[in-house]
Each structure stands twice: as structure tokens, then as C-alpha cells.
């Protein structure tokens, strides 16, 4: 019964004609693009809102004072949720981290790829194997075998440029986006501000 | 069975260990319907797909809500201004409430004017009244979330509601709050309800479509269907007509939500719940206004003081539709064939929409000279009167139009004879 009260109301065209749409058939896809349309952009506002909201991303820059840090010290601030280690490098640090053959490395790069200042090491203290934080920040702290970091967890370490050197870590130490503000002014994080 | 149903050899493999496909074949395509239903008959997709949009939106608004006395409000205001997209999520959410509870209205009414609660669909229609009940407890738990004035305020009185249970009533509302007064424990557990009971209200809806398909919809002259001639396929016929339905349905609601976002929403709401200052004029979302007037209208009755009469009163007024298939008695379904009904039913609509309007305004206000407490008695003597009195009685006295032999012959003969040719022209499909 569907059929044939579908085929004597196919509207116009005869239900013998080959090849051609009929006009139901246009309404059909009409109706069904509309439709298809207003839900996947009805979609986007349901999908869109897990993503960071306006107050999350407010908080996505970190400014660091880092006038009291003397050579050879360093600090940890929380980023982003996450450790940033700021080293005041001292000259002999320097000098190794330069003197590295870069070709030996498993992820190269040359020390002045990792800092803007050489004094200055700033870094993401995320281990890069699986998330943990890698000791090295407090004098007490073992500093692994080439006098960077060493991450507890897996045995990583790292070298005074916080490059991989040794241990199942892929990659070296995460530089984050970070600027200069004055001399004494780090703000991390800069890419995601507009201005 | 002998000729496969699905081409798709998948499907085909499925089905045979899965009877999904075949099920929703049945019910869903296939599924008889009365060929003359009406507009009125959208209304019961429409409840499912707002059922549907308020659980999405609102696990949505779960993920960002924080339900804490002291978080609650602003939370709220972070959904509205960080989150992205939050604004628009709880608008849909927010108005959303308000177009449920209208489609059920209009449900719940097109079941009224039709007689969708007689035999045999009482039982459909009395787990339609326990999902109202659902609706309305689900609906009154979320609008304390936002723990604006009016959410603190409306949760105060909704729950001293309880205390007018003689003896028991005072440990009853007690152990409602969790405390002494509404406070974080009430809070909390009306939030965790709130997202509980939308599920149970669609496993109830369940319940309510497959007893609805277990005889089929009624349709606008309130006969039975008396064979394959008088029904068509529930697809393509009535999926197209719902879904055109959805789209004017919805334009209506997207204009509430991005033209007009707190039409149904009180200022009030805006300011922080505060314990120690009562707003000057409290009312609940107007959907309650009805059941708001109807217990503030009961005076003291000989020994039932007005408090415990009022709240006896309100839930009586929905409890009474329990048994609504038993006190109209009447044989006729449809009000088309019932002179006298007809007119007690509109009557009844107004009698609904006046003590809304009477709930929206304060008892002792006047309405030229007479009091509203005075209008809203009137009325609640008249809901009562009508389900109680006048619906048993007109079963007796009321003499019913005369009911066509089929749905096919008033629509092939304008209303009149030939009862028996009129299978004919259909049958050879």
C-alpha cells in the first residue's frame, strides 16, 4: 500500500521516468541537508565546551620574578597546571651543555636552540616518557649521571641543557613559549596571549 | 518470515541473533497507525525529543556545576560567561523546562478532550500521570540548583509543604534538608536526584510506549480501528508528520532561547540565595502556578487546619487523575460526540489557566475588589467539582452523538452512510 500511494503521488513526473528526480525526491534531500546542517552546528556549542573556558585560559600565562635566583639556583613554578624548572646555569654548566656533540643525541639540538639566554634554562618539568617530574631542582637531589635531571620513575636523565642523554625518555625536556618581559621578568606562556 | 526483511546481510546476521532490527521495524515503520490523527497527536514526540534535549544538555551542564553552597551561584555565572557556548547550553536547558512542561500540557489535555484514558488505555495513561509526577519532582530539584533567591526561597516552601503531615511531618522535612534548614546537604542530594530521575522518567517513558503500542494511538473521533484500512504505516506517514512538527516546534523555542532567553525566568533568581531575606512576592515557575493556587486556596476545613487542607488539595489535584478513567464513565471517547463534555472540558482549560493566573499573584491582591484568595477558591472548588461530580454524572445523562461505523467513512463520505463500501477502495494494497 506504501508503494503505490507513494508512486500516484510522485509529484509531475510519471513514476516510469529514468534518470530524473522527481520533485519528492528533491524535498527529500533538501529536508534531509537542513536538517544535517542545523544538527552538526548545534553539534559544535556541545563540543566546543569541554574545550578550556575563558577563565582557564586567563590563567594560561604565569609571569616569574626571577631576580633572587643567584647562579646555581633553581626554582619550580606552577604553569599551566604543570612544574616549570627556571635555572640560574652557572659557567661551567654552560660550557658543558655546549660542548655536547649534538650528533650523538637522541632528540639533537644545540644548547643555544634551548634558551634565549644562556644563563637561563627554562624548561617544562615533565619528564617526556611518562609525565613524571624528574629530580634535579634541589641541590639534595640526585642530578643523574650528566649533571642535569634524573626522573625517579623510569630512570631518564637529563644534562645541563635538559636534553635526553640516557633512559627510555623520546624526547628532551618541553622549552615552553616564554619571553623576557625586563630582565627580572619571565612570562611564560605568551603565545596564548593576544595583545 | 520466509522472505528476509533487510537486504543488508549484516543486518540480516544481527537480527537474526538480535531481533533490534525487526523490533524497531515493528514499531517504528511498519508500527499501524490511525490514518486520521491530528496535529494534537505531535505533542507525544515532542515530550520525547525535549526529554531527549534536556538530558544531553544537562549532563553537559553537570560537567561545569559545581553543586556547593558556597560555589553553586557562581558556578552558574561561569557557565554563562566562560565556558564556551555555556550561555546558549543553559538557555536551551533553562527554557527548555518551560517548553516540557508545555507540550505535556497540551499532551495531557489532547488525552482530555479525546478520552485517550479510557479502556483500553488507562494503564498508559496512569504511567503518563506518574511520569508528570517525575517531571514536576525532576523540574523543582533543578531549579534550587542555580541557588539564586528564588531557588532558595521556592525550596523552603516546597518542602515545609511535608510539615502539615500531623506528627511525622517535622522529622519528615528534617530528614528532606539534611540539617535544619535548606542548606549544602539539600543541595547536594538535589542535585545527585536530579540527574537520577530524567533516567527513571525514560525508563517509565518506555513503560508509557509500550503500552501505548500494545492498542495502538486513539485518534480524533475516539473509535477503534476496525482493519488494515483504517491505519497507516507509522513511516513514512507519521514520522514526516512529527518531524515537520519538530521543525515548527522548534523555531518557536529557538526564538524563546536566543530572542528572549528569561521570559519565563524571575530577577529574583539573580541574586545569590541569601537565608536571612525573603524575596517580597514568591512564585514558582509557572508550570507549579496552577498547583501553587489550588494550595493556597483551602481554608481551614472543621478540623483540617488550611495548611495540611492546602497541601492535601494540590496533591489531590493530580492524584485525582489516577482514577480519571473510572470517574468518566462515559463509553464515547472523543469529546467530537459528547455535546456536553465538550463544553466541561474547555471549561476546565480556563478553570487551569485562571488559577495560573490567580498562582501568580498575591493571595490578598485585588483584582477589581475581589480577592485573588476568593478566585482561587472558586476555581479549586471547580477542578474538583469537575473530575469528582460533573464528569460521574454527565456518564449517566449525557446523550452521545452518534459514532460513525468507521474511521474510513467519515473521511471517504463526508460523514455519512455506506458503511460497507468503504473498506473496498483500500484493500487491494
Known amino acids: 500500500m506504501a508503494e503505490s500511494l507513494q508512486a500516484s503521488a510522485g509529484a509531475g513526473h510519471g513514476p516510469g521516468a529514468h534518470g530524473e528526480g522527481t520533485r519528492r525526491d528533491f524535498l527529500f534531500l533538501a529536508t534531509g541537508a537542513v536538517a544535517a546542517i542545523g544538527v552538526v552546528s548545534l553539534a559544535w556549542p556541545f563540543i566546543d565546551q569541554m574545550n578550556p573556558s575563558a577563565d582557564t585560559l586567563a590563567l594560561s600565562t604565569t609571569e616569574i620574578d626571577i631576580s633572587h635566583v643567584e647562579v646555581g639556583q633553581a626554582i619550580t613554578v606552577l604553569w599551566r597546571g604543570k612544574p616549570v624548572f627556571v635555572r640560574h646555569r652557572t659557567p661551567e654548566e654552560i660550557k658543558e651543555a655546549e660542548a655536547v656533540n649534538v650528533a650523538d643525541l637522541r632528540d639533537p639540538q644545540t644548547d643555544a636552540q634551548r634558551v634565549q639566554k644562556p644563563e637561563w634554562l627554562v624548561m617544562v618539568g615533565v619528564c617526556t616518557h611518562l609525565g613524571c617530574v624528574p629530580l634535579g631542582q634541589k641541590p639534595s637531589d640526585p642530578k643523574g649521571e650528566f649533571g642535569g635531571w634524573f626522573c625517579p620513575c623510569h630512570g631518564s636523565q637529563y644534562d645541563t641543557s635538559g636534553r635526553i642523554r640516557k633512559g627510555p625518555a623520546p624526547r628532551n625536556l618541553e622549552i615552553p613559549a616564554y619571553t623576557f618581559e625586563t630582565d627580572t621578568l619571565l612570562l611564560v606562556g605568551a603565545e596564548a596571549k593576544k595583545s | ?102 507540550v505535556v500540557y497540551i499532551h495531557i489535555f489532547r488525552g482530555l478532550y479525546y478520552g485517550s484514558y479510557k479502556k483500553p488505555r488507562e494503564l ?81 517513558v518506555v513503560l508509557h510506549v509500550l503500552a501505548l503500542h500494545k492498542h495502538g494511538s486513539n485518534n480524533p473521533l475516539g473509535i477503534d480501528t476496525k482493519g488494515p484500512q483504517d491505519s497507516i ?27 528572549s532567553p528569561n521570559f519565563f525566568g524571575e530577577p529574583d533568581n539573580y541574586i545569590p540565595a541569601n537565608p536571612m531575606a525573603t524575596p517580597t512576592h514568591i512564585v514558582p515557575e509557572w508550570y507549579f502556578l496552577p498547583f501553587y493556587a489550588i494550595l493556597r486556596a483551602v481554608p481551614d476545613i472543621w478540623f483540617i487546619e488550611a495548611k495540611l487542607g492546602g497541601v492535601i488539595a494540590m496533591f489531590g489535584s493530580i492524584l485525582l487523575l489516577f482514577v480519571l478513567p473510572w470517574l468518566d464513565h462515559s463509553p464515547v471517547r472523543s469529546a467530537r460526540f459528547r455535546p456536553t463534555y465538550k463544553w466541561f472540558f474547555w471549561i476546565l482549560l480556563v478553570d487551569c489557566l485562571v488559577l495560573g493566573w490567580v498562582g501568580a499573584n498575591p493571595p490578598d491582591a485585588l483584582f477589581h475588589g475581589v480577592p485573588f484568595v476568593v478566585i482561587g477558591r472558586i476555581a479549586t472548588a471547580w477542578y ?46
Open chain 2, 1 to 102: 518470515m520466509s522472505t528476509p526483511k533487510f537486504k543488508n546481510p549484516i543486518v540480516r546476521w544481527i537480527d537474526y541473533r538480535l531481533p533490534i532490527f525487526s523490533f524497531l521495524d515493528h514499531e517504528m515503520h511498519e508500527y499501524p497507525t490511525p490514518k486520521n490523527l491530528n496535529y494534537w497527536w505531535n505533542f507525544g514526540s515532542l515530550a520525547g525529543l525535549m526529554l531527549v534535549i534536556m538530558i544531553v544538555s544537562g549532563i553537559v551542564l553537570a560537567m561545569h556545576y559545581t553543586p556547593h553552597v558556597s560555589m553553586a551561584f557562581n558556578s552558574v555565572e561561569h557557565i554563562m560567561r566562560d565556558v564556551n557556548y555555556g550561555w546558549l547550553i543553559r538557555y536551551i536547558h533553562m527554557n527548555g523546562g518551560s517548553m516540557f512542561f508545555i
Open chain 2, 124 to 204: 498508559l495513561w496512569m504511567i503518563g500521570v506518574v511520569i508528570l509526577l517525575l517531571m514536576m519532582a525532576t523540574a523543582f530539584m533543578g531549579y534550587v540548583l542555580p541557588w539564586g533567591q528564588m531557588s532558595f526561597w521556592g525550596a523552603t516552601v516546597i518542602t515545609n509543604l511535608f510539615s502539615a503531615i500531623p506528627i511525622v511531618g517535622k522529622y519528615i522535612v528534617s530528614w528532606l534538608w539534611g540539617g535544619f534548614s535548606i542548606d549544602n546537604p539539600t543541595l547536594n542530594r538535589f542535585f545527585s536526584l536530579h540527574y537520577l530521575l530524567p533516567f527513571v522518567i525514560v525508563g517509565v
Open chain 2, 233 to 259: 504505516p507509522f513511516h513514512p506517514y507519521y514520522t514526516v508528520k512529527d518531524y515537520f512538527g519538530v521543525g515548527v516546534f522548534l523555531i518557536f523555542y529557538a526564538a524563546l532561547v536566543f530572542f
Open chain 2, 384 to 429: 474538583f467539582i469537575h473530575f469528582l461530580i460533573v464528569l460521574p454524572l454527565l456518564g449517566f445523562f449525557e446523550k452521545p452523538r452518534p459514532l460513525p461505523t468507521s474511521i474510513s467513512e467519515p473521511v471517504l463520505k463526508g460523514g455519512g452512510k455506506l458503511a460497507g463500501a468503504t473498506a473496498k477502495p483500500m484493500e487491494k494494497a
